[in-house]
């Protein structure tokens, strides 16, 4: 199989490229990005070999069979609908746009054509995520009536303007561009906050309605840390929490709780705790692995490539997951600036 990518930069050369070389499946791997220098360097360093400057060019000369988008966030939606249009799979890095209407529009067509959208959140991928999932449909936890998420990562110097010491290696740098520049979509929400979001949106199965956010910015003008909350479809709010101020460790904090009629579930990614308490008793608590809900990229990874070899695969984060998550992200950013509710 020939898998492309669209954006070859921090995170594709870093991540992707070299689980995609190790893929047994993978036979040969397209780069795209804008610069012949950037171009070169993946060709000498890790021996990619069809090089392109324009995407276009990639999707129409090598014909993938899948394409990873990762290029800056607000030309995900771009990027995304020229592999859509010519039927090719794709997986879109995280946030799937930056843009409601491209949002919407990704969701519509890929329903219409029943083409394969994924998007790049790796929790969804995780053991927890596919069992909690599973214990909402078997057991449940009735009506939803209330929501808590809470994420924080230590990404302080992405939103400070500065590449992150533990990148000092890698073959290219995080761009302030992408994560630091209020004017790209830079900020916690769109590079982070994300995540917990279509975790969320995986396991409740509503649209939100509208936000009312507050937001901290950092020394260069791009959120840092973000308070919100959402009111969804069914009636319920859900209390949304995440801030780059966290510690370097191994781990990221990520928890979801919800409450429903009937009972309530915790997911703990950075303890790898499941638990469902009810009312009637019927309580499951989830003896889990050590590292189940650790993020994912080989999983990820993995997943996406079979998607596109034709096999069966459970996808956990659909182009309506990503829609969602960026109908209420983006009213954050309205609401943030207007200090109103934002409706969607």
């Known amino acids: 199989m020939k898998i492309g990518i669209i954006g070859a930069g921090w995170w594709a050369a870093h991540a992707y490229i070299p689980r995609l070389q190790n893929n047994p499946a993978v036979t040969e791997i397209s780069v795209c990005r804008p610069d012949r220098e950037g171009l070169e360097i993946l060709r000498s360093r890790l021996g990619v070999e069809q090089l392109f400057e324009d995407a276009g060019a990639l999707l129409d000369q ?3 069979d899948g394409v990873i988008v990762s290029s800056p966030h607000t030309l995900h939606g771009i990027h995304a609908r020229m592999c859509m249009e010519r039927g090719i799979p794709v997986l879109i890095e995280k946030p799937m746009t930056t843009e409601v209407g491209d949002a919407r529009e990704i969701a519509s067509a890929s329903r219409d ?41 230590a990404t302080y110097e992405l939103f400070s303007g500065k590449p992150p010491e533990s990148t000092a290696a890698h073959l290219f740098q995080p761009p302030g561009s992408t994560w630091s520049d209020p004017g790209q979509a830079g900020g916690y929400g769109w590079g982070q906050l994300t995540h917990a979001l279509g975790l969320f949106f995986l396991l409740v199965d509503q649209p939100p309605t509208s936000v009312i956010a507050r937001m901290q910015l950092s020394n260069v003008g791009v959120d840092m840390s973000d308070a919100a909350i959402i009111e969804l479809a069914g009636g319920a709010f859900v209390s949304v ?13 990520l928890e979801i709780r919800l409450y429903g009629s009937e009972g309530t579930l915790t997911v703990d990614m950075e303890t790898d705790r499941l638990e469902l308490v009810r009312f009637d008793g ?18 990820l990874i993995t997943e996406f490539v079979r998607a596109c070899a034709g096999q069966q695969v459970v996808n956990h984060a659909d182009a309506t997951v990503g829609m969602r998550a960026v109908e209420a992200i983006e009213a954050m950013y309205r609401s943030a600036k207007s200090g109103q509710v934002a409706k969607i």
Do not use: C
């Open 62 to 64: 090598h014909k993938p």
């Open 113 to 153: 054509r029943q083409s394969l959208v994924m998007v790049a959140y790796g929790w969804n991928f995780s053991p927890v995520a596919a069992r909690a999932r599973a214990l909402l449909d078997e057991i449940g936890i009735g009506s939803l009536e209330h929501a808590v998420v809470i994420t924080a990562s």
């Open 241 to 253: 929490s995440g801030t780059g101020r966290y510690p370097k460790g191994p781990r990221k904090l």
């Open 282 to 299: 019927r309580n499951v608590t989830e003896n889990l692995e050590d590292g189940a809900g650790e993020y994912g990229v080989d999983r």
